[in-house]
């Protein structure tokens, strides 16, 4: 089976503006989450999907956002750029079975710079 | 409310040596406990998982973990390390009925010395 994956894998982008990451979990896997790594801050859970629903959502602002669609492939969207939000954005897939969340499965990730 | 502290950010070793990377746990509930690798520039690589099943796990590249409930401790070990196992560790803990929400540890970052 394919792994996870991320695009873009890197993306440059300005203070202010807004970026759209996607990522296409590992076949057969509803339940996708994404993440945020930064030097300080280390990796922080951002939120996650589940048939196209949000069911958990991390301590971030309003500017992060995220969607699933039927494929179970979803996207994050960060508007209103900082350059605190440069980071490494990672997405992991996982089944989900009997009421119980299996192992998570990382992509990846996109580096994001912001200047 | 849950948390994982890794307990060295980082750990030197020579090549042939063992391994021990340290973590402890906290948990209301019955938790599962996993070890995530990192290389450079690269995204996780799962290592182990402990579901509550046998406390001591065996992961992929002749890594091994212990859970210890009496002590929430869940350290994970290598007999003879090898110079491609420099990365970062991270120590990490889901409480069961979790949506998503993986809490990682800090890291801690293995050098390996010829």
């Known amino acids: 089976k394919a792994g996870v994956t991320q695009t873009p894998r890197y993306l440059i982008k300005t203070r202010g503006q807004q970026v759209t990451l996607s990522c296409s979990p590992i076949?057969?896997?509803?339940?996708v989450s994404w993440y945020q790594q930064t030097p300080g801050q280390g990796l922080q859970f951002l939120f996650e999907?589940?048939?196209?629903?949000?069911?958990n959502k991390g301590n971030f602002p309003g500017r992060f956002s995220g969607r699933q669609f039927s494929n179970s492939r979803s996207e994050m969207n960060v508007s209103t750029l900082e350059l605190g939000d440069s980071a490494l954005y990672l997405c992991?897939?996982?089944?989900?079975?009997?009421?119980?969340?299996?192992?998570?499965?990382f992509g990846p990730g996109t580096r994001l710079l912001v200047l | 409310a849950q948390s994982v502290t890794q307990l060295d950010s980082h750990v030197s070793v020579s090549e042939g040596t063992p391994v021990l990377l340290r973590c402890n746990y906290s948990?209301?509930?019955?938790?599962?406990l996993f070890w995530y690798v990192q290389h450079p520039n690269k995204g996780l690589q799962l290592l182990l998982k402990?579901?509550?099943?046998?406390?001591l796990v065996k992961g992929i590249n002749g890594f091994e973990a212990e859970f210890k409930k009496s002590e929430t401790s869940f350290h994970l070990t290598k007999p003879s390390a090898h110079m491609s196992d420099a990365a970062e560790y991270f120590c990490v803990v889901s409480e069961t009925g979790s949506q998503g929400n993986l809490i990682f540890g800090k890291g801690t970052k293995l050098s390996v010395k010829p």
């Open positions: 992991a897939s996982s089944l989900w079975e009997g009421g119980r969340q299996e192992t998570q499965y």
């Open positions: 999907y589940f048939s196209e629903t949000q069911r």
């Open positions: 948990s209301s509930y019955s938790p599962s």
């Open positions: 402990y579901t509550s099943a046998a406390t």
């Open positions: 076949s057969g896997h509803r339940s």
